[in-house]
């Protein structure tokens, strides 16, 4: 159980790092989205191979099945560049709004798994955090879903099912090592710069940006996914669903901390269903946890 505990604890300091991404791609500036994709994963890509290569296991770390890798590297390429076609074909509230389901499906998606138990208080908690996630996004104003727009938002709903269906298909991969994760994120800088050089414009960063890019390969895009990618393989999934509503609130706290966005009513609100949901969820996660091994314990 402790193994299966650090692991969650894994994959809520990815959400922790996470919360940072839209402050640090604010400091990024004016550089082109698949642009400052290559760089950053190309920056985690490369500090990962040099905590390898301290390690001294290079080779045998990245050394996985074509399946798992194909399936990280589609992920976190895919997750990336649908993301940003959203956020270019829809307007940008309605946009992250329908992305932000993705901790809601990984949630439902955890429940079908055999070593997962899932209560109906956890599933009301991370309602309430989606409720709580909306508030953030849309500062309790309405949204208007126009039809002119359904490509973005098809795109931003194709981001979030490929990023709740690899944190849960992640699972099957249990036996990798997370330290596999390096390779995948060198092959998303490469497809991030194929995309650049065939879609955008390139940008000559300032030092200023090469400090995002940095700071965003060794954080939010460099040891976040790393964690992650120990949290969807041996920790609580239903639970990491739950928290990762964590990170918009989060991630706006952070804005208005950096000046890049104003204080509103509708962030206290918000921040009371989260931790309202949260409670609720971490309270059925571990009544469902006694449950479990109660069931395994009558069995042997």
């Not at 879903?145 to 690899?166: N, Q, S, V």
């Not at 879609?199 to 992650?228: D, S």
């Amino acid at each position: 159980m402790s193994s299966r505990r650090n692991a969650t604890l894994s994959g809520i300091a990815a959400i922790l790092l996470w919360s940072l991404l839209a402050t640090m791609t604010a400091a990024s500036g004016a550089l082109p989205p698949f642009q400052l994709l290559a760089m950053s994963f190309g920056i985690a890509f490369l500090l990962g191979l040099a905590v390898l290569h301290y390690r001294g296991d290079v080779r045998e770390s990245l050394r996985q099945p074509f399946a798992a890798a194909l399936l990280a590297t589609s992920a976190l390429f895919g997750y990336h560049a649908l993301y940003f076609v959203a956020l270019k074909q829809a307007p940008v509230v309605e946009a992250n709004l329908v992305n932000y389901l993705w901790p809601l499906l990984i949630v439902l998606f955890a429940a079908l798994l055999p070593d997962t138990t899932m209560r109906p208080g956890q599933l009301v908690g991370t309602l309430l955090g989606l409720a709580g996630a909306a508030l953030v996004v849309t500062r309790g104003e309405r949204i208007a879903i126009d039809a002119a727009h359904a490509p973005g938002y098809l795109a931003a709903l194709g981001a979030a099912l490929t990023w709740a269906a690899y944190s849960v298909a992640n699972r099957r991969y249990a036996e990798v090592p997370s330290a596999a994760i390096v390779g995948p994120c060198g092959a998303t800088a490469l497809l991030g710069a194929i995309a650049h050089l065939a879609f955008e414009r390139t940008v000559v960063p300032t030092i200023g940006q090469w400090l995002a890019a940095g700071a965003m390969g060794l954080g939010p895009v460099g040891a976040a996914f790393w964690l992650w990618d120990d949290g969807t393989k041996r920790g609580d999934l239903a639970m990491l669903g739950l928290l990762s509503y964590a990170a918009p609130l989060l991630s706006t706290l952070w804005l208005l901390l950096a000046g890049h966005a104003d204080p509103h009513p509708t962030q206290a609100i918000a921040a009371v269903l989260l931790v309202a949901g949260g409670l609720l969820g971490v309270v059925q996660g571990r009544k469902a946890g006694s449950g479990t091994l109660m069931r395994r314990a009558q069995s042997k």
